[in-house]
């Protein structure tokens, strides 16, 4: 690990003030936003990045909050672990899909160290990105050895020209949850919705997996409160160890249901492309219809409909439907 000077802002504004500007594009690497450091640390020692400088925002007082809102919304400081996301009673009640996605993180150890934040901008997992020797397109190559190498663990949605897939089992459950990010800036606040904060490696650069520009921090992640008839939801996730695993396939469903009919859903896919996968056609398809093994195997095709599977990992397509069905089944009982 190469000798880095680590900065400890008092505020947020501090943090902000450590930040290369939007447009020195090459201070990027240079100065790295320290969280629970489950993923930055790794990069550092596998000597991915080589940063002069770390800003530890753990040094920020309410960036650590969790707070349920008078309207029934849900707001999350960046710095919030994911053991109080999984273990807090009262989200447990009103938001079970994100406890559950949250629940599903590696082991308790790194829970209760990693951040919200931290797991949604947490890097590739792709064994070329993180091998120190490969220079794969993520870390400024000319190609993604993934495409033509091995591949098991990579993108059959979205994919091109890297064919990474999105590590995080948050980002998915909150996508379903239509949840807001909060990102400030030297130029000031904004928020957008978290779907939007990610990026396909076609759009934009292909460094980087979301809009946050250099001069930029996530700050909070905002749930809107579940307005309507009450929704069920839960987060599926299948692993090849049971436990301090990434997702080969996750299902982050919800569903809103009028007698034994759907009224309407969210449906987003995890660990099958480089973004949290929404699929849009095969919620649209629920609408109206009863859960039932016909309707079931009909969103499970439209929900991988366009997925285009490497050599190793086209059994990522029937793992899926098969999630997709078990989510059906389990929310329809």
């Known amino acids: 690990?190469?000798?880095?000077?680590?900065?400890?802002?008092?505020?947020?504004?501090?943090?902000?003030?450590a930040l290369p500007g939007a447009?020195?594009?090459?201070?990027?690497?240079?100065?790295?936003?320290?969280?629970?450091?489950?993923?930055?640390?790794?990069?550092?020692?596998?000597?991915?990045?080589?940063?002069?400088?770390?800003?530890?925002?753990k040094s920020i007082p309410g960036l650590d909050a969790i707070e349920h809102r008078d309207d029934g919304s849900l707001r999350l400081g960046a710095l919030v672990t994911l053991a109080r996301i999984e273990e807090d009673r009262t989200l447990r009640e009103r938001f079970a899909l994100l406890a559950e996605a949250a629940g599903a993180v590696a082991s308790v150890q790194i829970r209760n160290a990693g951040t919200l934040g931290g797991n949604l901008c947490q890097r590739p997992r792709c064994w070329y990105y993180r091998h120190e020797q490969a220079v794969c397109i993520k870390k400024g190559g000319s190609e993604c050895f993934a495409y033509g190498g091995l591949n098991k663990y990579n993108a059959i949605?979205?994919?091109?020209?890297?064919?990474?897939?999105?590590?995080?089992?948050?980002?998915?459950?909150?996508?379903?949850?239509?949840?807001?990010?909060?990102?400030?800036?030297?130029?000031?606040?904004?928020?957008?919705?978290?779907?939007?904060?990610?990026?396909?490696?076609?759009?934009?650069?292909?460094?980087?997996?979301?809009?946050?520009?250099s001069e930029e921090i996530l700050t909070h992640v905002i749930v809107p409160a579940q307005s309507g008839a009450p929704w069920r939801s839960t987060y599926l996730k299948f692993r090849e160890r049971g436990s301090y695993d990434f997702a080969l396939s996750?299902?982050?469903?919800?569903?809103?249901?009028?007698?034994?009919?759907?009224?309407?859903?969210?449906?987003?896919?995890?660990?099958?492309?480089?973004?949290?996968?929404r699929c849009e056609k095969a919620e649209?398809?629920?609408?109206?219809?009863?859960?039932?093994a016909q309707t079931a195997e009909f969103v499970g095709k439209l929900a991988l409909e366009g997925a285009e599977p490497l050599e190793h990992n086209a059994y990522k397509i029937l793992l899926t439907q098969g999630l997709i069905t078990k989510a059906l089944r389990k929310l329809a009982s």
């Open 1 to 17: 690990m190469k000798a880095f000077e680590l900065i400890q802002p008092a505020s947020l504004d501090a943090a902000l003030e």
């Open 23 to 57: 447009r020195d594009t090459k201070a990027r690497d240079r100065v790295k936003l320290l969280a629970g450091g489950q993923d930055l640390l790794g990069e550092l020692k596998e000597h991915l990045i080589e940063p002069q400088t770390l800003v530890n925002l």
């Open 157 to 213: 949605l979205g994919g091109g020209p890297s064919y990474i897939v999105h590590p995080s089992d948050v980002a998915p459950a909150l996508v379903a949850l239509e949840a807001q990010a909060v990102i400030r800036g030297k130029r000031g606040e904004r928020q957008i919705p978290l779907e939007q904060f990610f990026t396909l490696p076609s759009e934009g650069s292909v460094l980087r997996e979301n809009v946050l520009t």
């Open 250 to 277: 996750a299902v982050a469903l919800r569903l809103s249901m009028d007698g034994d009919k759907v009224r309407a859903a969210r449906l987003v896919l995890g660990g099958v492309a480089p973004i949290p996968w």
């Open 284 to 292: 649209k398809a629920l609408v109206g219809r009863e859960i039932d």
